[in-house]
């Protein structure tokens, strides 16, 4: 069995044969007709584009969220610290899309038309009764948004695990998938002790 730190050599060294040979072969026509192909070898769908796009408006309204409760006073500590981890694992995942977006060469324009029921994302006017709602209604109302915001980006995921051909995006779909399944859970059982 090889040991860790010769695999990586392994792994290296046929990476960069690979390269060489696929940079040795090929016209020029074609190498320039796609410059972006030889920086990175790394498979990506429409799926995969459509899912980061939408995704990081979706991530950053759960974020605004998050920040919206965690400015009010008067609120059970359960919910602070389900609104704390949200934020705190949806914020590098923005990061990730994004960067992911830039080195497929595509814009990280949100898709502002984003707003129905099926995605999960507040209106304006859901976001204002959330800014305006006080301790336990702000709490419970929360609560309630955020159950249909995780629904929605659950679906969302679980169409790039369906669709999509990059294996980091659907890694990071999966665990969408499986960590805010388990949030919508929790939040149904703070929905019932409030």
Same mark, same amino acid.
């Given at each position: 069995?090889?040991?860790?730190?010769?695999?990586?050599?392994?792994?290296?060294?046929?990476?960069?044969?690979?390269?060489?040979?696929?940079?040795?072969?090929?016209?020029?026509? @074609?190498?320039?007709?796609?410059?972006?192909?030889?920086?990175?070898?790394?498979?990506f769908n429409s799926a995969d584009v459509t899912f980061a796009q939408m995704m990081i408006p979706h991530h950053?309204?759960?974020?605004? #969220?998050?920040?919206?409760?965690?400015?009010?006073?008067?609120?059970?500590?359960?919910?602070?610290?389900?609104?704390? =981890?949200?934020?705190?694992?949806? =914020?590098?995942?923005?990061?990730?899309?994004?960067?992911?977006?830039?080195?497929?060469? $595509?814009?990280? *324009?949100?898709?502002?038309?984003?707003?129905g029921s099926s995605d999960g994302m507040m209106s304006e006017d859901d976001m204002m009764t959330l800014q305006?709602?006080?301790?336990? $209604?702000?709490?419970?109302?929360?609560? =309630?948004? #955020?159950? @249909?915001?995780?629904?929605?980006?659950?679906?969302? @995921?679980?169409? $790039?695990?369906? =669709?999509?051909? *990059?294996?980091?995006?659907?890694a990071m779909a999966a665990n969408i998938v499986k960590t805010q399944t388990a949030e919508i859970a929790v #939040?149904? $059982?703070?929905?019932?002790?409030?």
């Amino acid at each position: 069995m090889l040991k860790p730190r010769t695999f990586l050599y392994v792994a290296v060294t046929l990476a960069a044969a690979l390269t060489l040979t696929s940079c040795a072969g090929g016209s020029p026509a @074609a190498d320039s007709a796609s410059p972006s192909a030889s920086h990175s070898t790394v498979a990506f769908n429409s799926a995969d584009v459509t899912f980061a796009q939408m995704m990081i408006p979706h991530h950053e309204q759960a974020v605004q #969220m998050s920040d919206d409760l965690l400015a009010k006073d008067g609120l059970d500590q359960s919910v602070i610290d389900l609104a704390t =981890e949200i934020k705190a694992a949806q =914020e590098p995942e923005i990061t990730q899309l994004k960067d992911w977006l830039t080195a497929w060469g $595509e814009d990280d *324009n949100s898709m502002s038309g984003m707003g129905g029921s099926s995605d999960g994302m507040m209106s304006e006017d859901d976001m204002m009764t959330l800014q305006d709602a006080d301790g336990a $209604e702000a709490s419970t109302l929360f609560l =309630e948004q #955020m159950t @249909a915001h995780h629904k929605g980006a659950v679906a969302m @995921a679980q169409l $790039e695990i369906d =669709e999509g051909e *990059n294996a980091d995006a659907q890694a990071m779909a999966a665990n969408i998938v499986k960590t805010q399944t388990a949030e919508i859970a929790v #939040m149904a $059982e703070l929905l019932a002790s409030l």
